[in-house]
């Protein structure tokens, strides 16, 4: 069974930074696509970034570049978001979520249960 766990999120400063980790058991990362999500109350959820199973890093929201950056660790079957100057409009569940794949594409057929990221002074 394939599954994800979030981890990481927290209460931050605005300016502050915080490491997402998605730890994934009973597929090798290798083979897997992994993107990074976000839903914000009453905001519908919108795609952060994405890496492929070939290593290729994708941005998906304007509001985020510059500042948030996805990598891998196929050793240790984690992906992480590691984000930057953060700010109050970051505040939201963040969710990961996979695709048996190379491309960095819909659907993602396996989700996280999220981790909630919380920016306020």
């Known amino acids: 069974q394939l599954q994800l766990v979030e981890s990481g999120g927290g209460l931050v400063q605005p300016g502050g930074s915080l490491r997402l980790s998605c730890a994934i058991s009973?597929?090798?990362?290798?083979?897997?696509?992994i993107g990074w999500f976000r839903q914000a109350p009453g905001k519908e959820r919108e795609g952060v970034s994405c890496?492929?199973?070939?290593?290729?890093?994708?941005n998906r929201a304007d509001s985020v570049k510059g500042r948030f950056t996805i990598s891998r660790d196929n050793a240790r079957n984690t992906v992480y978001l590691q984000m930057n100057s953060l700010t109050p409009e970051d505040t939201a569940i963040y969710y990961c979520?996979?695709?048996?794949?190379?491309?960095?594409?819909?659907?993602?057929?396996?989700w996280g249960q999220g981790t909630q990221v919380t920016v306020s002074s």
């Open positions: 890496i492929s199973s070939s290593g290729v890093s994708t």
């Open positions: 979520a996979a695709r048996k794949g190379r491309l960095c594409r819909e659907p993602y057929d396996y």
């Open positions: 009973g597929a090798t990362l290798d083979y897997l696509t």
